[in-house]
């Protein structure tokens, strides 16, 4: 008999450790900040709790992570309505609008005022956060394509000026021939340092090749107003990717690895890195500052690049949405929280007021310009499909399974049912 | 119908007591899902746009047909199983026949080949993709400068022709123990008598092997070669770990692909319908399966 | 004499195949246990060094002191797998019972719709299971894994105990019937003891299914708090811990032990475990 009570008991003690998991007791104070895992180790978001805490006291901090792979899940239980934070930073501006589009984000209009006021944000980025004029998102990690050089390895090949900076390239021919000298090769034709690496992974993969029709053509929109899979100059951007991993000049390292690009350049194995700006700083801090230098995509001095930009958004059902504004604006835009991240890792914010103090670091004047002639890409509903459909065709190109005409075909065809209307 | 004896009353009563908790968390959470899932396969369903699921017939099975991608994931679900099953079965069976000879350190043998089975596949995924990088990883060192092959150097998961049989030696280092141990078990269940009357006709250990051994081990065949199948058709963990269906669509496979229109497009209908493909083709595959080996009893 | 030279000779070749073969199947995790052990600079030096140069607890460090969603990885697992037997074996142990031993009406439906269930992949149930949970708040919960896992590892259960239940002689249930116990008597205090290894049986596989369970933990579980190691780990990859294979080995390593050391110990009621557990249609 005892047994059996024993049993009984350790069921339900069991029972309940697993259902205090299940119920969160909302108290009225308490911000709840949703983020991607890395998020919480690369911003200081601690210590921002705690300098938002001297101001406003009583107010508690509630971090929940959600995996690195794994937002679109989180997306999907947040297009649910379920309350999953009072300041979500999961998100692209771009997947805002199906949130927008049912009522779930607040506007922050009503705080942009004063200091905060709409003029003194960087317009490219603030404009990617706005849907039919009104701000529903605060950019947080800015970043825009570019180029990063290693300067002594373009030093040994003979690309810089005379003060060991690197002269960019005017265009894709031009830029093909730098790789080729500073590709290094072996004895049995291995190639042992490429001239570039660039991130294709995913996400990354449409950052990359609309960065280059910007900088190429000035617009990464075809004349009926539709994303551009075919002008000449995109047949060009294909076929100059192809034909550089064809000869050994460009790493695919990011085929299969998200980090591989990075890694490449930490550890030498390329001397050119087309991603975004801010890893100059992370690899910088591996080989030494000194080596590195912000080089424009061929033409994007004059056309500009494309930018992107993690948000800030408070979902309509947040608990404590004023308070999550003011934390939005007070801490994670203050200029200790931007200068912490641009110097550990050349992440932007969106206040001007923010970069101004570092404007006289050549790095980031370069960036700043950049910026300030950078697109975003447009909102539109089957935005994950067109990633997923790109990704997966220009891959196949680059494993030389498809010419570059005929991986602009595809492309066509397989977004044609797809709606990819820009929603402004 | 109405059970008028007390008796029987009783014993209804009592027995469906027994199978009620079964019941129902099978229904809450088999039945009224599978339902559901029907019911989705044949709806327009985007689960961030749609109010609730729209009947739109069979266009989600006809759109999957004209889907390039579904094709191929299909096309790598064939190959992946092809390749895997005739390995995965070779290599079980001649290591269950290793184990199966008393031999010294048969015990320290048998953990460490059966190892795996404890070892999730993801976390296998994670391993692997270490041991498979291009410039760090163990196999292209080993195959540069210790074994001086360095003509055997691949890019494994970046390269189209590699990615996918990477992924199968995976799917083999994890599922081969399960194999081991249903050949074992078959292996054990021949009586040793026959073995006896073969010594005393001075029959070698070949003929040993291929005329009584392998014969009796039929019913194990059907067993291990179903669910070998099964695992096949359902590769998924290391997939998504390793290479999520790239580089290009090279490693796309049936589950990946359900996965992605459901949870990444939000195209829950579409993904359905390629959950009952799938399923379909894990069914059919193992009739004919059952069919081809027919296993006689004993 | 040539006949036992013959058979030593063999006996050596099976034992070298032997080990030749373990150590083929152990080396991706030897390898692993060793990068754990080796200092960052030296894991991303070509040419590579197979054994450390200097064997550092590094990596072990950051895991313990910078990484505190890997305890909570750990205790999830734990947690889900418990709770997922805890459903598991008494249902499967009533049911079976009661389907092995028992007539009555309904018996034949319940049968048939077990072995239809066995032949259906999981990736059907993916989909609305998230619907479900979505609408009655079980995502993120560990709840939201342990009743999926338990209805969908119900139906071997079941034939296993069914099975096992069957093979008593029904001399013990008569006589226990005579001595005047009830029915739930009879199945708890009679029957039961003597089906125990079936329930190890059915403990194995639940087990070694649940502990290991990718798809569904990936979909339900988005927070890290609720994540368990087959899901945490593969995420600890990407972005901020690019650069860190080392960390990723130590957490590798740690997480790998303790199964097998359990594996190691209770290795005969493993294999045992996953011989019925494999046994179906």
Known sequence: MSRKISVFLI???????????????????????????????????????????????????????????????????????????DVAI???????????????????????????????????FLDQCTIDGKVYAIPSDAEVMTLIGRKDFAKEAGLTDANGNIIPAKDLNELYSYLQKLTVKDSTGKTTRY????????????????????????????????????????????????????????????????????????????????EDHARVIEIGKVVGQDKMQIVPIPGADTNGTVSYTMSLMIPKNAQNPQLAKQFVLEQMNADWFAHDLMDKWGKLLGLKANIEARRDDPIWKTVYSLADKSVGLPKTVDHAKMVDIMTAEIHNMLKMQQTPEKTLANIQKQIKPLNLKPIK | MVKRDPRKRNNFIVSWLFVLPAVLLMGAFLLYPLLSALRISFSEYNFVYSEKPVFNGLTNYIKLFQDPHFLVAFKNTIYYTLVFFPLFMLIALCLALLLNSKVKGNGIFQTAILLPIVVPLSL???????????????????????????????????DTQTAMNSLIAVGLWKYTGFGIILFLSGLKAISSDIYEVAKVDGVNSWQNLFYITLPNLKGSFSLVGIWGIIQAIKVYDQVVVMTNGGPGTSTLVLYLYAWKNAFSFFNMGIGEAIAFFTAALAIIISVVFKFVLKPEKG | MLRKEKNKSYRILVFVIGVIASVTVLSPIIWIILTSFKDVKEI???????????????NYLTVVEGLPEFPTYFFNSIKVTIGTLLLVLPASAAAGYALGRREFPGKAIINLFI???????????????????????MLDTNIGLILP???????????????????????????????????FQTWFQIMTPLVITGLAAVTIFTFVAVWEEYMFART??????????????????????????????????????PISVVFIVLRKYFVEGVLRGSVKG
């Open chain 1, 195 to 274: 001239g570039l690496t660039v991130n294709w992974c995913s996400e990354y993969m449409v950052y990359a090749y609309f960065s280059g029709i910007q900088a190429l053509r000035g617009s990464i929109y075809d004349k009926n107003g539709n994303l551009d899979f075919s002008s000449k100059e995109a047949l060009a951007l294909l076929d100059f990717w192809q034909k550089g991993v064809k000869e050994g000049l460009i790493s695919t390292s990011s085929l299969v690895d998200h980090s591989g690009p990075r890694n490449d350049m930490k550890s030498g194995l390329a001397a050119i890195l087309w």
């Open chain 3, 149 to 183: 896992y338990a209805a969908l590892n119900l139906p071997l259960g079941i034939l296993v105990m069914q099975a096992s239940y069957r093979e008593i002689p029904s001399e013990l249930e008569d006589s226990a019937r005579i001595d005047g116990a009830n029915a």
């Open chain 1, 90 to 124: 999961v998100a692209s501006p771009s997947e805002a609008v199906a949130f927008q589009a049912k009522g779930l984000l607040l506007s922050f209009d009503d705080v942009l005022v004063g200091k905060y006021a709409k003029d003194k944000w960087l317009q490219g």
């Open chain 1, 11 to 85: 069921i339900g003690l069991l029972l309940v450790m697993l259902g205090v998991n299940m119920t969160s007791f909302a108290k009225t104070e308490t911000l709840k900040v949703t983020a991607e895992a890395w998020y919480f180790n690369k911003y200081p978001m601690e210590e921002a709790a705690q300098r938002f805490q001297a101001d406003h006291p009583g107010v508690t901090f509630e971090w929940s992570k959600a995996g690195d792979f794994e937002v679109a899940p989180l997306m999907l239980a947040w297009s649910r309505n379920r309350y999953i934070a």
């Open chain 2, 124 to 158: 296998a995924g994670i391993m692997f993709t270490w041991i498979f990088s291009q410039d760090f990883g163990i196999l292209n060192h080993l195959l540069a400068n210790v074994l001086h092959l360095p003509n055997l150097q691949r890019f494994w998961l970046g």
């Open chain 3, 115 to 137: 072995i239809a269930i066995l032949a259906i992949p999981f990736l059907v149930f993916l989909i609305p299971l998230y619907i479900i949970e979505d609408i009655l708040n």
């Open chain 3, 220 to 257: 339900f579980m988005v927070n890290t708090s609720a994540q368990t190691l087959a899901v945490g780990l593969p995420s600890l990859r990407v972005e901020s811990k690019s650069w860190a294979y080392g960390t990723l080995s130590a957490a590798l390593t740690l997480s790998l032990l």
């Open chain 3, 44 to 58: 991303y030096t070509v040419p590579l060094t197979i054994w450390p140069r200097k064997f550092v607890w590094t």
